[in-house]
């Protein structure tokens, strides 16, 4: 997975598949709010199957694996 510069992440999935998943419309949003640093954002890293930060907010994985615009 990377981190860009607009807060999207581009992930490898184990299918072989790989997306985009924009977390612009969660910053907004309790624990997320902290992500709108992008040193914090770019923290993020896997984490049980899903994605994980620093400051331990994380997401569904079936989240970011449906509302990821596939490539």
């Not at 992440?9 to 299918?15: E, G, M, P």
């Not at 969660?26 to 993020?44: A, N, P, Q, S, W």
Request: a negative charge; proline letters at 6%.
């Amino acid at each position: 997975m990377k981190p860009a510069k607009d807060y999207t992440l581009h992930i490898w999935f184990k299918n072989g598949e790989e997306g985009l998943f924009d977390m612009k419309p969660y910053l907004d949003r309790g624990i997320f709010r902290d992500l709108k640093d992008e040193k914090k954002f770019r923290t993020v890293h896997p984490f049980l199957g899903t994605i994980q930060w620093d400051n331990e907010a994380d997401l569904c994985p079936d989240t970011v694996y449906l509302d990821s615009v596939k490539i």
